[in-house]
């Protein structure tokens, strides 16, 4: 199975900070990686898809980037309602699809 | 609008087996895949597999072949997660996802169910 690692795995961060989260493949995925949001007791949302793509109905302060095995999910000005768990998904390895550990971000 | 509504928390012993079910709504059930995705308490979400709901065709991860079934319903519009030979390490919030792509999947989940909890206990 490809093997995905995020860091942080937990972020501090104030409303208004521009914040980065990483993604790594354990071997090149092209750009088969997408990222999610899951708020507490909810379930996940796509967010961008195919690395760099907005999903429909998400806001312009998340943007992704990244290729082969590094990826970077960034959000611009952080708002209250983006304090949430963060996971990247692999979809190259289609008959094992795997996410990460996930990134927990925190209000400082 | 989509909608995927889950069926209610179980509880079963070890060796059990359990059925969760998925009730879609708002779109053409046969015209995407349905996902099932787990996530055990503090783990990360794990991927299970898909079936067409069109055809019925399925795909398991290797992790669960042998042991999971997917099945569905075209005239109720749901479908339906089996999961045999249940351990404590089964415990976990399970989810149905709807495929983004119409007829080939894509393995982008953009509607899922609110997770249907299965607790494992003795």
């Known amino acids: 199975d490809i093997q995905m690692t995020q860091s942080p795995s937990s972020l501090s961060a104030s409303v208004g900070d521009r914040v980065t989260i990483t993604c790594r493949a354990s071997q090149s995925i092209n750009t088969y990686l997408n990222w999610y949001q899951q708020k507490s007791g909810k379930a996940p949302k796509l967010l961008i898809y195919?690395?760099?793509n907005l999903q429909r109905g998400v806001p312009s302060r998340f943007s992704g980037s990244g290729s082969r095995t590094d990826f970077t999910l960034t959000i611009s000005s952080l708002q209250l309602e983006d304090f949430a768990t963060y996971y990247c998904q692999q979809t190259y390895s289609t008959s094992s699809i795997t996410f990460g550990q996930g990134t927990r971000l925190e209000i400082k | 609008q989509v909608q995927l509504v889950q069926s209610g928390a179980e509880v079963k012993k070890p060796g059990a087996s359990v059925k969760v079910s998925c009730k879609a709504s708002g779109y053409t059930f046969t015209s995407y895949a349905i996902h099932w995705v787990r996530q055990a308490p503090g783990q990360r979400l794990e991927w299970m597999g898909w079936?067409?709901?069109?055809?019925?065709?399925?795909r398991y991860s290797q992790k669960f072949q042998g042991r999971v079934t997917f099945t569905r319903d075209t005239s109720a519009t749901t479908a339906y997660m089996e999961l045999s030979s249940l351990r404590s390490e089964d415990t976990a919030l399970y989810y149905c996802?709807?495929?983004?792509?119409?007829?080939?999947?894509?393995?982008?989940?953009?509607?899922w169910g609110q997770g249907t909890l299965v607790t494992v206990s003795s």
């Open positions: 996802a709807r495929d983004s792509r119409v007829i080939e999947n894509s393995y982008l989940f953009d509607n």
């Open positions: 079936i067409n709901a069109g055809r019925g065709h399925t």
């Open positions: 195919t690395a760099s």
